[in-house]
């Protein structure tokens, strides 16, 4: 009898029903271990109304202006047959969007790489640029405020295929204010200078002559985000 309690069959069952008695309690231990964790009293809060967080546009949309309330051909308008001393002028509109924009800024870029109009700070073309505070009239701003945002500045000293442009000419240097309409007077001016053709052929001149010249010029107004603010409520 006690040689068959000690044998390796009997041994083995009953090493291995020890071994599953030992799991199960475990599990039994663990389970109650996990609803003795869950167990207890919490609590919460919350707003009953959702907190509004709202953000608003900074854009800028630029059309072209109107003079006695007849819409001109803003940036649109082909300027041909240009000379020395003449002046070309067209009225432009800029318009923000729903936030407060800082910092108003202009570049240009021509895609005609050899252009001297475009190239050359001495002999190219000159801008002068204007705002008034309401729509233009009669070429002046009547009834409104005026100011000159820029005076006879060479286009080629901002413009981008020529240069890298890193501190753009600034407009206006404040806050401006959400959805409101900049109207610009927009001048070119090129200046006086001497070129003498000889039997139709034009004279050699350093950095080209000034004749014969095509341009395409892209106009682009830039405004930033205003100031960040910190607020406690």
């Known amino acids: ?126 801008v002068t640029i204007q705002s008034c505070s309401i729509a233009w009239a009669d070429a002046v701003c009547t009834g409104g405020e005026t100011s000159t945002v820029m005076s006879n500045v060479a286009l080629a000293t901002f413009n981008t295929d020529k240069q890298a442009v890193p501190s753009p000419p600034v407009l206006i240097a404040g806050d401006i204010a959400p959805v409101k309409t900049l109207y610009l007077r927009v001048k070119l001016a090129l200046p006086d200078q001497n070129e003498t053709t000889i039997n139709g052929v034009a004279p050699t001149v350093v950095g080209g002559s000034i004749q014969n010249n095509t341009a395409s010029i892209r106009w682009t107004f830039r405004v930033l985000q205003r100031a960040e603010t910190n607020i406690d409520n």
């Open 1 to 126: 009898m006690f040689s068959k309690l000690f044998s390796s069959r009997y041994l083995g069952i009953k090493t291995t029903a020890q071994f599953v008695v030992v799991l199960l309690a475990g599990s039994v231990g663990l389970s109650v271990a996990a609803s003795s964790a869950s167990a207890g009293l919490d609590a919460i809060a919350y707003n009953t109304t959702g907190q509004s967080i709202t953000t608003r546009t900074v854009s800028l949309v630029q059309s072209a202006g109107s003079l006695n309330s007849v819409l001109s051909g803003g940036f649109g308008t082909a300027i041909g047959s240009m000379v020395p001393k003449d002046t070309r002028t067209f009225y432009v509109n800029l318009l923000t969007g729903t936030e407060t924009t800082t910092a108003l800024t202009l570049t240009t870029s021509d895609s005609a790489t050899s252009s001297v109009l475009t190239r050359d700070d001495t002999r190219g073309l000159f």
